[in-house]
């Protein structure tokens, strides 16, 4: 059986491929009483044929690694969606992908779950860096900023 190329949509998450280094905003949270700064690093490739980017990430908090995840993006041709599968020391069943939307310079991804709603937005720059926010909301309407981040090439 003949397998069909990755097509434009794939090649597209090849924007977020390569070694990266960010600079963290985390704002008040549940979690987080108060504002804080950390820095990252994430290294990501397309792999299994170019149909997935595969990302490691790595979060430091006074020089100490406080948090990491290992994220799978993909497109879901039957539904029209990126797709984003997020797995983290957090150690819960990510349940089913984060569904986004590529529009302009930005790729952002929507996904409930059992604590609320997650908004990630990608942000891309002219000057080849990006931007990332994650936000959080109870209701889907009203969002909350969780994390700003800046990451440039490492």
Not at 98 to 103: I, S, V
Request: charge should be negative; charged fraction near 20%; avoid cysteine.
């Amino acid at each position: 059986m003949q397998m069909s190329p990755p097509d434009e949509h794939h090649k597209k998450l090849q924007a977020l491929a390569g070694q990266w280094k960010g600079d963290e905003i985390m704002h008040p949270s549940p979690w987080n009483p108060e504002s804080a700064r950390a820095t990252s690093k994430a290294n990501a490739k397309m792999g299994l044929g170019g149909f997935f980017l595969i990302m490691e990430y790595e979060q430091f908090r006074n020089g100490q690694s406080s948090y990491s995840g290992h994220g799978v993006f993909g497109w879901d041709q039957a539904q029209g969606k990126y797709t984003m599968h997020w797995f983290d020391v957090m150690g819960m069943d990510p349940g089913a992908p984060a569904l986004g939307t590529w529009e302009g310079n930005k790729l952002q991804f929507v996904k409930a779950h059992p604590m609320g709603h997650g908004r990630y937005t990608y942000e891309f720059k002219p000057d080849g860096s990006y931007t990332f926010r994650l936000e959080n909301s109870q209701d889907g309407n009203n969002w909350m900023a969780f994390i700003d981040a800046t990451f440039q090439r490492a």
